[in-house]
Each structure stands twice: as C-alpha cells, then as structure tokens.
C-alpha cells in the first residue's frame, strides 16, 4: 500500500507480557518515526531516527524501548505496559529529517493495534 | 512552539456540497503545512502540502487547501464531496529547521449520499 508495512496488525498482551512492534520500509528513507494514537487525541510522536540514530526520545516511558539495526527497519519493543498503552501504534519513515528537508513527506504504515489488558 | 489546531471534531456533509475542513496553526517562522487522511484500519496518507509559493495548493482525489498567512489558517477543501471521502483528516505543521511535525486532534467527516 505505502511502502511501509507493519507487523502484527493487532496485538493483545497482558501487562507482563514482552512484545515486539516492527516497522519495515521499502522506500529507501532514511528517517523513522514511531507514533502513538489515542482516540479524540493528536497524534503522539514518540521516537524519531536518522540513518539507525535516535534523535528524539519525547518523554516516552522506559517500559517502550525502540531499536533500529538499519536504516529500513524500526522496532518497537514493549514490557510491562499498562492498559492506558492501548492504542494504535504508527510507524512513519520520510526520506531524510525535516532539518534539511522540512517539506519531505512522511509515509506511514497501516499501524499496529495494541490491547494491553 | 508549534501547535496546531482543528477545531472541528466532526463535518458532516452531502454527497455532492462543498466541503471545508478547518485548520489553524501556530509556528515560530514559515510554516511547512500538511494534510493527510486515515481510512478505517489504515495508517495515514499524504493528501497535499504548502511548502512556498501559491497559497491554493492542490492535492490527491480533488482536495485543495488555502494557506492564509494572515489568519494562520490552512483549510482543506473539496468542490464536490463524495461518499468515499468519509474518513478522518489530520491538518500538521512543521516550521523550518525541526523535525518534528505536530499533528492535529483531527476531523472525522462524515458524507451522506
């Protein structure tokens, strides 16, 4: 569909549960982004890299812990969530970072929905 | 800091009207504006983009969007809706030099045949 897809599409987990979200892009980008979406809220960004280094943390719990071994791959990996996890997580990649792009596009995948009960 | 604003949870519209979907914005600088739509079980696609130049920008499946500097606003709109419009549409902005883009709330638009 997007040149990025998501794996798994759904996911329930308990909360001492250990999971992992993956991200794949087929688009030859160099950034990624994982998002979170919450019903009636924007968008949370959560992490971003850049050619396989973080450059954003947003005051993301440690309990989400993302990894990125090259440039077209992007974990998530979860521990211990609480149910308040639940939500649609999104992955993004864009060709670079908006510093010296800023009009660069992002691409997303179709998401992963999480059910932490 | 950059925030932008969609001050609409819902647009309902019939099939064959005009739509508007709002959105404001605030940002340090110029502002690099984005639409993007989401489907039902579909992450978000790119509609359309203000970067420079016209203020009437142009976009996928007949959307076009107004950058109005002056009143910050950058609405999306649509001469003639279509039932397969029904989705929810999110409004972002980015200014020069960041990286991140800020999302709106979003707008669910609902269209009636």
């Known amino acids: 569909e997007t040149g990025v897809t998501q794996t798994p599409r759904h996911l329930v987990m308990g909360m001492t549960n250990k999971k992992s979200l993956k991200c794949e892009q087929h688009?030859?980008?160099?950034?990624m982004y994982w998002y979170k979406q919450s019903a009636k809220k924007p968008l949370e960004l959560m992490f971003v890299?850049?050619?396989?280094?973080?450059?954003e943390n947003n005051s993301v719990p440690s309990r989400f812990s993302p990894e990125c071994p090259n440039s077209s791959h992007l974990f998530l990996h979860l521990h211990t969530l609480q149910p308040e996890d639940s939500a649609l997580y999104l992955c993004a990649s864009s060709q670079d970072l908006g510093g010296g792009a800023p009009g660069d596009t992002q691409y997303f995948g179709p998401g992963t929905r999480l059910t932490v009960l | 800091a950059q925030s932008v604003a969609q001050p609409e949870d819902q647009v309902n519209v019939a099939e064959g009207n005009p739509l508007t979907v709002k959105c404001t914005y605030s940002?340090?600088?110029?502002?690099?504006l984005f639409w993007y739509v989401q489907y039902p079980n579909r992450g978000l696609q790119f509609l359309l983009k203000?970067?420079?130049?016209?203020?009437l920008v142009k976009g996928s499946y007949g959307f076009e969007a107004e950058f109005n500097k002056s009143q910050t606003s950058f609405h999306l709109k649509k001469p003639s809706a279509l039932v397969s419009d029904s989705a929810l549409y999110f409004c972002?902005?980015?200014?020069?030099?960041?990286?991140?883009?800020?999302f709106g709330a979003g707008t669910r638009l609902f269209v009636k045949a």
């Open positions: 203000y970067i420079t130049g016209d203020n």
């Open positions: 972002a902005v980015r200014d020069l030099g960041g990286f991140k883009t800020i």
């Open positions: 688009l030859g980008h160099n950034a």
């Open positions: 890299y850049s050619l396989e280094e973080r450059v």
């Open positions: 940002v340090s600088g110029n502002p690099y």
